[in-house]
């Protein structure tokens, strides 16, 4: 038996296609025109009925040499025959017609047609052309193929970017809200540091002032009781007046910083705050100030007392910048919602891996003071609806511009 | 007249005690001691002082309860309140209930000296009013409670006859058809912490020029006849008003 090939049954334009395929074999094998109309209808009936069935199965092709020569075999696996065709039918359209019991509890029918030409002697050639009509796919199925396996590839390719892309933005969101939460605890620990320490400076401030009091009124006492000792005696009472002046004014640094009051905002001229504020530390001598503010800056709506104290801090921090001199210069100047005032000096800068920092509680690169003074000023600008920024260059100078709301209407 | 203070110094903390005791005797002033509320209370009830000086954070009884069981029984006697925390809810409460003012420790000697000097000095009073008779009355009425009164029945040379130190003055609104207005702007131009009563017996003809006379800040207004209990409630107000501003607290209140 040379095997021609088979035909896959899987669906209703499979009948067409078997039908097709044994016309045109059973016309390059020389069927008559009845003979091949007949041979193509029975396929035809038979694979209509298992297809109704919802059956799949394989159609087999062979060529066959028996006694008077080579015929056409079929070979159709069914479930029930009597369904599909007539036996009589059958047996009037093949030569010969064997029925047997399949494992798979298929009826097999084979069936077997001489073919017109008893001479025929298949050759390679002829046998691959049958053969290769056989498996050939139908234009129109294969169109279809290609046709779906074509879409199927541009939606698996088209979701494929929108999963690449769904990605994408799924990353960025989630560093875009990585960042965010680093920030807001950040800024978190950096408050709840503050309020404890604003708490700590408080409490001591406080317990201070009593041994203080006891102290400053001793001081006083002896002053007064030893009025006319000797100069050595009156110098020390002074020494020791003085140095708890000192003390005093440190407890009260030490106090500003624990202050929580809420802001109590009214509108203030700004050039009042400054000029306050330089009043309270005057420059040295090295220190030139140059102030810019115009007189039609408009007024601020904020809390005096604690911008005031920012003012106080920046400028100290300004000099503290120059210890060998230079200049302070203030400048201000608005938009329509906001006054900016900076407070520039021409110091030691700050480096890049600082600038992170200075705003930090406790941080601080001098060598004493407890270093509370910026992140103190941060907070007491913010809770006023305002903003502190920073621009610097290392050894050349820093500018600290802050920023204050204008009274909306 | 300089009459001899009593002072009342209360503090747990004994050295701070031991030292303001020490400073005011040197300085011409004794004062006695109490270490706690109890205490203080004790000696407030059974002798008479003219001032309290307390600090707030005492244990058991703190300075500001102290100083309410002392205004229900010596409702006059001022009473300061000191203390190490400034930013103590009590501060405000004493205020509130009115505690002549509320000192920072370290305190300020020379403010408390001069504070001192100020309550140790007799309340003056100057009348103007045309009434003879009402000026005298009232002075005699002054005088028992212990005021210094001098008294005017004209306009006349009011100012220039003014003594410097006189503390209050109760001003008749019309004499002889002349509006006190222009002499309170004077007196206010001369001495304008001198704090100016006014009194009339014509309320409805008066009431315009009262109420300018308020908006350039007299103190308020009396009407005749008046009410005694009334001025002497009036009287004490301005009184603890000029001690409070002598002693010009630092602590508690926002600027």
Redesign the interface.
């Given at each position: 038996m040379i095997s021609i090939g088979k035909i896959s049954i899987k669906s209703e334009s499979s009948i067409v296609e078997a039908r097709n395929k044994i016309y045109v074999l059973a016309q390059d094998l020389k069927f008559d025109i009845i003979s091949t109309t007949r041979l193509a209808t029975i396929t035809s009936q038979l694979v209509r009925g298992m297809v109704k069935k919802g059956k799949e199965f394989t159609l087999k092709v062979w060529l066959d040499q028996r006694e008077g020569g080579f015929g056409l075999v079929l070979e159709f696996p069914l479930k029930k025959i009597k369904d599909a065709v007539s036996i009589e039918m059958l047996n009037a359209v093949f030569d010969s017609v064997e029925i047997s019991q399949g494992e798979d509890r298929f009826e097999y029918i084979e069936t077997f047609k001489y073919l017109p030409d008893s001479d025929f002697k298949p050759t390679k050639e002829f046998i691959a052309k049958i053969k290769k009509q056989i498996e050939r796919l139908p234009i129109e199925e294969l169109c279809n193929k290609l046709q779906e396996a074509y879409t199927k590839l541009k939606r698996a390719e088209e979701k494929q970017r929108e999963y690449s892309q769904n990605l994408e933005d799924m990353v960025e969101e989630r560093t875009k809200r990585t960042k965010e939460l680093q920030d807001a605890q950040d800024e978190l620990v950096r408050k709840g540091k503050l309020a404890i320490l604003g708490q700590l400076a408080g409490g001591v401030g406080h317990e201070l002032q009593n041994p203080l009091g006891v102290i400053s009124n001793a001081v006083y006492y002896l002053k007064t009781i030893l009025s006319d000792a000797d100069e050595t005696t009156r110098e020390y009472l002074d020494l020791i007046a003085s140095e708890v002046h000192d003390s005093e004014k440190i407890i009260l640094g030490l106090l500003d910083l624990s202050r929580t009051n809420p802001a109590i905002r009214e509108e203030v001229a700004i050039s009042e705050l400054i000029e306050l504020a330089l009043d309270k530390q005057p420059p040295s001598e090295n220190v030139k100030i140059d102030t810019k503010i115009p007189k039609d800056i408009p007024l601020v709506y904020i809390d005096p007392q604690q911008i005031g104290q920012v003012m106080f801090n920046l400028i100290v921090n300004a000099y503290q910048a120059m210890p060998e001199g230079g200049i302070l210069n203030i400048k201000a100047n608005s938009d329509k919602e906001k006054v900016y005032i900076s407070i520039a000096d021409t110091g030691c800068g700050i480096s890049d891996e600082n600038m992170k920092k200075i705003f930090d509680p406790l941080f601080t690169t001098r060598a004493w003071g407890i270093g509370l003074g910026l992140s103190v000023s941060k907070n007491l600008v913010e809770v006023n609806g305002g903003n502190i920024e920073v621009e610097s260059q290392e050894g050349k100078g820093s500018t600290f511009t802050v920023i204050l709301p204008i009274k909306e209407i | 007249m300089v009459k001899r203070l009593r002072i009342l110094i209360v503090d747990d903390?004994c050295?701070?005690v031991r030292?303001?005791k020490?400073?005011f005797m040197?300085?011409g002033c004794p004062v006695e001691t109490a270490y706690s509320g109890f205490e203080a209370l004790k000696k407030a009830r059974d002798e008479n002082f003219d001032c309290v000086i307390t600090d707030i954070k005492m244990p058991k009884m703190n300075g500001v309860e102290f100083y309410l069981a002392v205004k229900s029984i010596k409702p006059e006697l001022p009473v300061v309140l000191m203390t190490?925390?400034?930013?103590d809810k009590l501060v405000k409460k004493g205020l509130e209930e009115g505690a002549i003012s509320v000192l920072?420790?370290?305190?300020d000697?020379n403010t408390i000296l001069f504070f001192f000097s100020t309550l140790q000095k007799e309340r003056s009073v100057a009348i103007v009013d045309d009434n003879l008779n009402f000026c005298k009355t009232l002075r005699d009425i002054l005088q028992k409670q212990g005021f210094v009164v001098s008294y005017f029945t004209n306009y006349h040379n009011l100012i220039e006859n003014l003594k410097p130190d006189c503390q209050v003055m109760l001003l008749d609104m019309k004499i002889n058809k002349i509006s006190g207005l222009d002499v309170l702007r004077k007196v206010r131009k001369k001495y304008p912490q001198l704090p100016v009563v006014l009194i009339t017996a014509h309320r409805e003809e008066m009431s315009s020029k009262i109420k300018t006379a308020l908006e350039i800040s007299a103190y308020t207004c009396l009407y005749k006849p008046l009410q005694i209990e009334r001025l002497f409630k009036v009287l004490s107000e301005i009184h603890h008003k000029q001690l409070s501003m002598i002693l010009k607290q630092s602590v508690g209140k926002?600027?």
């Open positions: - | 903390d050295n701070m030292t303001l020490d400073i040197v300085k190490a925390y400034s930013t920072a420790k370290p305190l000697i926002k600027k």
